[in-house]
């Protein structure tokens, strides 16, 4: 088993920055992926950004790009999502999620931070 804990949400202005920390603990050895996801109000759970295990590989959904990093600490079994440049749009719940090796989808999630951004 797997367990995600997300932190780090809140209220920020529309420019601002936030970093979003996602905790994994359990059966740390055997993730090789974790990833972001977002949900708002009425909409589809997006992807937002992916990073492998030892960070060689990243990815980002196309409306984040330069705005947001992800980054990973293996040592401290971290993941974190820098937002910066935050935008209306980019309110949501935002959900960590890790995904084994030999797995084909992402089965572990954490129960998720929200990101408010005011104008």
């Known amino acids: 088993q797997v367990q995600l804990v997300e932190s780090g949400g809140g209220l920020v202005q529309a420019g601002g920055s936030l970093r979003l920390t996602c905790a994994v603990s359990?059966?740390?050895?055997?993730?090789?992926?974790v990833a972001w996801f977002r949900q708002a109000p009425g909409k589809e759970r997006e992807f937002v950004s992916g990073?492998?295990?030892?960070?060689?590989?990243?990815e980002y959904a196309d409306s984040v790009k330069g705005r947001f990093t992800i980054s990973g600490d293996n040592g401290k079994n971290m993941v974190y999502l820098q937002m910066n440049d935050l935008k209306l749009d980019d309110a949501a719940v935002y959900y960590c999620?890790?995904?084994?090796?030999?797995?084909?989808?992402?089965?572990?999630w954490g129960q998720g931070t929200q990101v408010i951004v005011s104008s």
């Open positions: 990073i492998s295990r030892r960070a060689e590989y990243t």
């Open positions: 359990g059966r740390t050895f055997s993730v090789n992926r």
């Open positions: 999620a890790a995904k084994l090796f030999y797995a084909s989808r992402y089965e572990y």
